[in-house]
């Protein structure tokens, strides 16, 4: 019997955190009053992020270190079209670092004049969980 291939060992080990986050975002959500929406929109930024470093990885690009969506979006080889068919996922950029310190974003701040709405958490959420979709649909 042959090793598994260590690339596909990274892949679901990026899966695997990506549902963890995506779960963690849900639970958040199924409690609201003991938890706070810009929590949940952390996780489904992040289940996001690493559903579309799970793909990064399968195409071996590398990555570096970013949580700017859009840019790594862009390294997304077109034959990967499910992936590169989502809709833009920059509404999730400020929900990685910038709710929970202020951050600075391409030379410019980003500003939330208030936090996120359990509405836009569950939209975002929902997001993360069509991008995790749109990967493994992509994958073998």
């Known amino acids: 019997m042959s090793a598994p291939d260590p690339v596909d060992v ?3 080990q990026w899966l695997r955190f990506a549902h963890a986050d995506l779960n963690a ?3 958040l959500s199924d409690h609201r009053a003991t938890n706070s929406p810009d929590t949940a929109c952390f996780h489904a930024q992040q289940a996001a ?4 470093k799970a ?5 071996q690009v590398n990555s570096a270190r970013s949580h700017d969506l859009s840019s790594l979006m862009n390294l997304v080889p077109t034959r990967f079209s499910n992936t590169r068919d989502l809709p833009s996922l920059a509404v999730l950029i400020p929900y990685a670092v910038a709710i929970r ?10 500003l939330l004049e208030s936090g996120p709405t359990w ?3 569950d939209s975002a959420l929902a997001l993360a969980e069509r991008t995790i979709r749109a990967v493994e649909a992509d994958l073998p």
């Open 55 to 59: 793909i990064l990885v399968k195409a």
């Open 25 to 27: 975002g849900r639970t």
């Open 10 to 12: 990274l892949v679901a």
């Open 49 to 52: 992020e690493k559903a579309i």
């Open 101 to 110: 310190c202020p951050i600075v974003h391409a030379g410019n701040p980003i």
């Open 119 to 121: 509405e836009e958490a």
